[in-house]
């Protein structure tokens, strides 16, 4: 598995928007272009980063030793809810454990209705992953030619990446967006009402 399987997660989204605002620990120029560098796939990928769920995933989950079983117990299930790849369930799992959650170790091993509850604030950690990444793309696309912009040059570099397939590839995803019917409760779970 990634990273996430190793008890860290990868950079998240939102990580990544806040390095290139500026507002992180990481402003080197060196360390922006390997920053982009690791992550312009995911920005071309946009919304399509997501998976959607495969048995294979969910076999690669629960033959994971290096996951508790209840992280991987409540990944399946966000992966239901969200209608997202097992992997990345469980990845984005761990990276909402780490950056966002306010609770204990020990407040993870919830009733029900506790259980419910983490899946709908992670259900809002997901779509706020997904926000950040279309902000990173149009953060690129609006400074990449601005001389006075402190990171113009990597900014341009990582656009260059994109520039060929970025245009139809958001293209595709929107007018898939379009079609796609709301979830239910019946193809979500019972949290969709």
Not at 40 to 53: A, D, I
Not at 92 to 105: A, I
Not at 107 to 120: G, M, T, V, Y
């Amino acid at each position: 598995m990634t990273a996430a399987a190793r008890g860290r997660c990868v950079r998240s989204s939102r990580e990544l928007w806040t390095i290139l605002l500026g507002r992180s620990a990481l402003r080197e120029l060196n360390q922006i272009e390997a920053e982009l560098s690791k992550h312009w796939q995911r920005l071309l990928e946009g919304l399509s980063y997501y998976k959607p769920p495969s048995p294979n995933s969910a076999e690669k989950v629960k033959a994971n030793k290096d996951v508790a079983s209840p992280l991987k117990e409540l990944g399946l299930r966000i992966s239901k809810f969200l209608g997202l790849d097992e992997e990345q369930s469980v990845q984005l799992l761990q990276c909402y454990l780490q950056e966002d959650y306010r609770g204990t170790r020990g407040s993870l091993k919830q009733d029900e209705r506790q259980s419910q509850a983490l899946i709908l604030k992670i259900a809002d950690y997901y779509y706020e992953e997904r926000t950040c990444i279309l902000r990173c793309v149009l953060h690129l696309l609006t400074y990449f030619q601005d001389e006075r912009h402190p990171y113009r040059v990597e900014y341009a570099d990582c656009v260059d990446k994109l520039e060929k397939e970025l245009v139809t590839k958001y293209r595709q995803q929107f007018e898939e967006l379009y079609k796609t019917e709301a979830p239910t409760w019946e193809t979500h779970g019972n949290l969709m009402n």
